[in-house]
């Protein structure tokens, strides 16, 4: 153990004791949050185009797979597509429909994404929500240190983060990328942080063969069974991004054959602007999204019929002044929603994004983000990347915007919270007592109800104007960047079988003494 | 005309020229927003509580109205009620069903409010959607000039605001209170600028007779029409809140009787804060919200059968460690949802609001809106009172608030654009072209749509770190600040028939003679 995590093994312990003594209601460490729960929406998603609008688009995206095709760089891949019945030709794979449709067949509509503490297992689709971290930052920021490269320390506190907050229920890519940790050996570090400093589901990333397969030994070490129960168990995603338009590079599809083999999870999402990698037309982008993403689909199901898939959407616009990506934006939400309508034609689970593009942690930050979380929820996402802490269109994580991402995102979960129309919530008794022209704050009802009668945000000042100016006129992101401190403190590693630590250091040891993974592609 | 309109006039008239000079597009005087257009929702609102919980509500709302009642403290009121079949006891009315059901039989559900220029009248109910001004803060703010109380000066700049913006639809009540206008006459003064800066649908106050007749006779001037076409096509509206819990005191009732005589829309809106002026369960402050506002309802048609009346709701919860009124929470946002919910079932028209409890335009202020515009347009909110400027739980109209509103209100009006899924806008002849691995910017598809193909934001700032910090890290509020003060140069005042100018100079100048309205209740 070198002198860093040293440093950090103690302050945890602190921690933990810290933790024991303040651990009142919901939170780790006196910390005010709501209690970890399923998310489940009780009402339909919204459907914005018709079901013959739907088909028009399922039925253009099966003609871009047949006429155009992709192009599928990885030669093995190509090579089990043309075994499958997909016509190839040079790098471009064109495929019949029946191809779509028996893999829409195979691919599973519900599964479970396992943690090492089962308690933090997730059930993928249907009416089911979970949300993750920022993911893949090259930089981080918060209001004391500013905005820089992320490091192995920054990545660790995001961590903590993701583990301290019962609102994020998985840890996606990296929240930011510890680029002071060699590529090589990167994914052995960072993924040992995520078995370890959580016990939260994670991903590893489709960065080539020897990545993939060093995240997939660590899930499983992690959980502590072996391979078959891993196989039948999926215990790591990937998020795999198309190279749009219309194009898989080998490291994405090594990633899905090697994740897809082990019967692993792989969500296939284009990242398609409108205007820049797809066509300019929101119809057009989800056109080719859904080509794309059906492609991706074909692919899981031809190396292992069965595969657990997830269906991704990261549509949006671009300034067309700048070319810059435009996030939060209504052309974001119909996207998102009509994305959502494609998923369930498909009978697949849905990922979306919680996203914005601003550069500070103000007005627009909020909306961009409420906008997204808006189409998100309306749309019935199911799997929510980025849900905490994403800034400037994915190029940083900031701390700030982490903490007001948990608070939105627990807003959205009081408010899937179906509503109490039981007797006594109808009040009627209390409107008995209470009579005309009187006063609910004293009565029996009320203060039987009062204290966790209305969800307590973390950040809303709701002072008059002459209390908070009097506290010297706070705005929301610094008191944002008051609370992820705090939240930091109330951080308390889980406990870990000390046979699985050592298994994994092992591995760890052994696979950087091997050189890690190839650098260039 | 006295100094300061006419310095104003002047100001107008170089307006009104720099107007012509600079009009490109689809704003007056080269302000960048969306065209004026019907905003109509293409989608089922959301339900959020099943028919049978609905039913639920409704009928706990009939027993409250059945055997507690309410107290109309008007004995006009009472005895007209009386007269219809309520039972009668000292101040309390209680309220069989039957009237209930008898008044939702002959209330309309579609009708129209008038403005003197016809092209800004409005179709009330239905799919339909309206967003109106922040209305009655007593202070005003904005960056540079700070927080202050209402001035004569600010409700007119904020008068002109609304008339800029396309987005907004109507003037509800006054913006910011005109405190330095007498109390007596104050609303001459208010209301006459109303008619005459706008050309869009005003609000009229039920502060008492003389009031709200004077109002009405401001209404019927303004669009140059007599007595009986102006009893035809309502052309005023005015908000009734009642005194929750269960109370109605004489001005509010005084108005729904005036008002209602002459066939002009009442707006019945409970203000039910859950803990306070209401049971501290959504369900419960429903439950009374929907007692008063049908009681209220009982009362116009009790006046009129068929007089135009709109179901308000303005439940939201308060914050239980200070009593303080939260807005654009969970709760709010649920009661925003089954409110419309009622009003369907209801058949009457919905009125909704855009609201937060922040102190700055900051994260907070926006995300709080954002939450209340989901819940108002998800929920099928038809006429949306404080639209844009609204700060503080109502104390304060912000300058800076009302420009970033007018942009997230364009965000939904495009958001609800139905989504083009015609042959050209699948973009399928763009895949073509572009090819895997291609670029869509240059394409023919794209050039031929790009200079509109999306939103363009009044406040979002897409550019990226560098340039943004190099540009002095502008925030969203300062945008706004900068934005509000281009707006009121591109204000142009509609014009008017100098008779019917001279004739409403003319009746403000002789009631101001009479002494105008009485000033205590």
């Known amino acids: 153990m070198n002198e860093h995590s040293a440093a950090e093994e103690a302050g945890s312990r602190q921690s933990r004791r810290r933790g024991r003594e303040h651990h009142r209601g919901a939170g780790a460490g006196g910390l005010q949050q709501l209690p970890r729960r399923a998310i489940t929406r009780n009402f339909p998603p919204t ?5 013959d609008q739907l088909e028009t688009i399922h039925e253009a995206s099966l003609k871009v797979l047949e006429e155009i095709g992709m192009d599928f760089l990885l030669p093995e891949a190509r090579e089990r597509l043309k075994a499958a019945g997909a016509e190839v030709k040079g790098e471009r794979v ?96 960072a993924l040992r942080d995520a078995a370890t400093l959580l016990d939260k589901p994670f991903h590893a990333y489709s960065l080539g ?17 072996n391979r078959q129960t891993f196989e039948r168990e999926p215990s790591l995603f990937t998020i795999v991004n198309t190279n749009s338009p219309l194009k898989l590079d080998n490291p994405m599809l090594q990633g899905i054959i090697e994740m897809s083999s082990a019967n692993q999870i792989v969500c296939v999402t284009p990242f398609t602007l409108a205007g820049a990698m797809a066509p300019v037309t929101v119809a057009g982008a989800l056109v080719q ?30 300034d067309m002044k700048s070319g810059a990506p435009a996030f939060g934006t209504p052309e974001y939400m ?33 909306y961009e ?17 980025h849900g905490a802490g994403w800034m400037e269109g994915g190029l940083v994580a ?41 006063h609910f704050f004293g009565c029996a009802h009320t203060l039987a109800r009062y204290t966790n009668a209305f969800y307590a ?37 889980p406990p870990m079988d000390a046979a699985i630590a050592e298994e994994l250091d092992a591995f760890v040891a052994r696979r950087k003494e091997e050189g890690g993974a190839p650098t260039d592609f």
Chains 1, 2 share one sequence.
């Open 334 to 366: 119909k996207a998102v929603i009509v994305g959502g309508q494609l998923a369930r034609r498909y009978n697949l689970p849905y990922r979306t994004s919680n996203t914005c593009a601003a550069n500070a942690v103000d007005a627009q930050a909020a």
């Open 94 to 189: 064109r495929f019949p429909r029946q191809l779509v449709e028996t893999a829409l067949g195979t691919a599973p509509s519900r599964f479970t994404l396992h943690a090492r503490n089962p308690d933090n297992n997730l059930e993928m689709g249907g009416a089911h929500m979970q949300f993750g971290s920022v993911s893949s930052a090259p930089n981080c920021s918060d209001l004391d240190g500013g905005r820089r490269p992320g490091t192995h320390a920054d990545y660790r506190r995001f961590l903590k983060l993701c583990q301290v907050f019962n609102c994020i229920q998985f840890l996606g890519g990296y929240p930011v990328e510890p680029i002071d940790i060699h590529p090589s050996i990167r994914h052995l570090d």
């Open 209 to 225: 063969k020897e990545r993939i397969r060093d995240g997939l030994e660590i899930a499983r070490i992690a959980r502590g069974i």
């Open 289 to 318: 999204q859904n080509a794309e993403a059906l492609a991706g689909l074909v692919m899981t199901q031809t190396v292992r019929p069965g595969a657990p898939f997830i269906y991704g959407g990261f549509t949006s616009n671009v």
């Open 398 to 438: 900031s701390f700030e915007k982490f903490v007001l991402d948990c608070d939105l995102i627990q807003m959205v979960m009081e408010f899937l919270k179906p509503l109490d129309t039981g007797i006594d919530a109808l009040g009627i008794e209390a409107m008995n007592e209470v009579g005309p022209g009187g």
């Open 457 to 493: 945000p973390l950040i809303s000042d709701w002072r008059n104007f002459q209390q908070w100016q009097a506290a010297g006129s706070p705005e929301a992101q610094h008191k944002a960047n008051r609370l992820w401190k705090e939240a930091l403190e109330a951080y308390e590693k």
């Open 47 to 51: 459907q914005i185009v018709s079901a």
């Open 369 to 385: 983000s409420v906008f997204s979380l808006w189409g998100v929820t309306m749309g019935g996402g199911n799997m929510v990347m």
